[in-house]
C-alpha cells in the first residue's frame, strides 16, 4: 500500500501561483499511476491531473496552460505547479493514486473511484 501526505496549499490572489506537493511512502512508487484531484464545498470531487512513470501528464480542460503536473520517482513525490490561478480553483486539493493495472492517461483517469488511495487534502483558496 502507498500513503500519501500533501502539502503547500495556502491563500493567493487571483493571478496568482502555488506548488502543492504530495510525499509518497510505503510502496513502489513508480508501479502507481498518480494525480490530483479538488473538491469544492457542494461538489462533487474532479480530476485535476494525473501521470504515470514516463507517460504524457493528462489535465482537465478547466486547467489546461495553467497547471503542471510533476512526478519524482526516486524521490517519491508528486507536485502541482499552479499558475494564473482563478477564484474558481478553489478547493480541497487531494493527492490520489492506484496501480498501474492499465494506462494512466485512459479517459477514466478523472474518476474519483478509480483510485485507491488517498492523501487527508490541503485547502487552495483563491480571492478576487
Known amino acids: 500500500q502507498v500513503q500519501l501526505v500533501e502539502s503547500g496549499g495556502g491563500s493567493v490572489q487571483a493571478g496568482g501561483s502555488l506548488r502543492l506537493s504530495c510525499a509518497a511512502s510505503g510502496a513502489n512508487f513508480s508501479r502507481y499511476c498518480v494525480g490530483w484531484f479538488r473538491q469544492a464545498p457542494g461538489k462533487e470531487r474532479e480530476g485535476v491531473a494525473a501521470?504515470?512513470?514516463?507517460?504524457?501528464?493528462v489535465y482537465a480542460e478547466s486547467v489546461k496552460g495553467r497547471f503542471t503536473i510533476l512526478r519524482d520517482n526516486p524521490k517519491n513525490t508528486l507536485d502541482l505547479q499552479m499558475n494564473s490561478l482563478k477564484p474558481e480553483d478553489t478547493a480541497m486539493y487531494y493527492c490520489?493514486?492506484?496501480?498501474?493495472?492499465?494506462?494512466?492517461?485512459?479517459?477514466?483517469?478523472?474518476?474519483?473511484?478509480?483510485?485507491?488511495?488517498w492523501g487527508h487534502g490541503t485547502q487552495v483558496t483563491v480571492s478576487s
Open positions: 490520489a493514486a492506484r496501480l498501474w493495472t492499465w494506462p494512466c492517461g485512459s479517459p477514466y483517469w478523472s474518476r474519483p473511484s478509480n483510485y485507491n488511495y
Open positions: 501521470v504515470g512513470s514516463g507517460g504524457s501528464p
